[in-house]
């Protein structure tokens, strides 16, 4: 006994076998898609942050450079966001326009255990921060009373 097979049986097969292989296709690329935009997110949230560290880390240095006397003026500084300029008064503007600065001073006390010693000074901090608000780096630095 020998069976016939209608002629549409195998095309309906191989259509079949095309929609699921077209459907997986489509969820790769649709994954490979979703890992490139979130790998190039994480690269500009990366730039941000170097941007906000280098951008703390100079007003830090600027700020260690001030005489002693005007060191507490400093507290509560603030450049919002797009407004930090170089030291000549010139808009920096590139990386540098999606992040602010803000300064605070507080008066500081170091025991140096070894020498069983009070060092009196300034905790300088400069904080970096997004449009948002959002946080981006936080730099401190110890400044001491100089010695009459």
């Given at each position: 006994?020998?069976?016939?097979k209608?002629?549409?049986?195998?095309?309906?097969?191989?259509?079949?076998?095309?929609?699921?292989?077209?459907?997986?296709?489509?969820?790769?690329?649709?994954a490979?898609?979703?890992?490139?935009?979130?790998?190039?997110?994480?690269?500009?949230e990366?730039?941000?942050?170097?941007?906000?560290?280098?951008?703390?880390?100079?007003?830090?240095?600027q700020?260690?450079?001030?005489?002693?006397?005007?060191?507490?003026?400093?507290?509560?500084?603030?450049?919002?966001?797009?407004?930090?300029?170089?030291?000549?008064?010139?808009?920096?503007?590139?990386?540098?326009?999606v992040?602010?600065?803000?300064?605070?001073?507080?008066?500081?006390?170091?025991?140096?255990e070894?020498?069983?010693?009070?060092?009196?000074?300034?905790?300088?901090?400069?904080?970096?921060?997004?449009?948002?608000?959002?946080?981006?780096?936080?730099?401190?630095?110890?400044?001491?009373?100089?010695?009459?």
């Amino acid at each position: 006994m020998q069976v016939h097979k209608h002629p549409f049986h195998r095309k309906g097969i191989a259509l079949l076998e095309v929609m699921i292989a077209v459907g997986l296709l489509t969820f790769a690329v649709a994954a490979i898609t979703s890992a490139i935009v979130a790998g190039q997110q994480q690269s500009l949230e990366a730039r941000t942050t170097i941007v906000a560290s280098i951008a703390a880390e100079s007003l830090l240095s600027q700020l260690s450079q001030e005489p002693w006397e005007t060191i507490d003026s400093w507290h509560g500084y603030t450049e919002d966001v797009g407004s930090i300029v170089d030291p000549t008064g010139i808009p920096i503007g590139g990386d540098w326009n999606v992040i602010g600065r803000r300064v605070s001073i507080a008066e500081t006390d170091v025991f140096i255990e070894p020498l069983q010693v009070y060092i009196v000074g300034r905790t300088v901090t400069v904080t970096t921060f997004a449009k948002d608000g959002r946080e981006l780096a936080s730099l401190q630095r110890f400044i001491p009373e100089p010695q009459s």
